[in-house]
């Protein structure tokens, strides 16, 4: 059985930087693309970026791009999520989840960032 379980998240003061880690256990890991979604209270789950298998090809949301960069180590099972220049507005719970667009299909429980301003 897969799991997924973030680790990372905190209180940070608006500028600051966090980086998020998603440890996989379970399945074969490298051959999945990963993500990083977010929710914030009272609003949906966003995509907040995803990475290839490989790591080779990645993607951002508009509001992080050049933020937050998304990253993986096959050999760790782990994928990053290094968030710098953070702002009030990047509060949210952030969840992993392995799969492709559409095509989801296991999520860790979530870590909690709160940037204060």
Known sequence: QVQL???GGGLVQA?????LS?????????????????Q???KEREFVATINWSGG??????S???????SRDNAKNTVYLQ???????????YY????????YDYWGQGTQVTVSS
């Not at 090809?57 to 508009?62: F, L, P, Q, S």
């Open 5 to 7: 379980v973030e680790s």
């Open 57 to 62: 090809t990645t993607r951002y949301a508009d």
């Open 22 to 38: 998603c440890a996989a256990s379970g399945g074969t890991f490298s051959n999945y693309g990963m993500n990083w979604f977010r």
């Open 64 to 70: 992080v791009k050049g933020r937050f960069t998304i």
């Open 96 to 103: 992993c989840a392995r799969g492709v667009t559409g095509a």
């Open 83 to 93: 968030m710098n220049s953070l702002k009030p507005e990047d509060t949210a719970v």
């Open 15 to 19: 500028g600051g930087s966090l980086r």
């Open 40 to 42: 914030a209270p009272g």
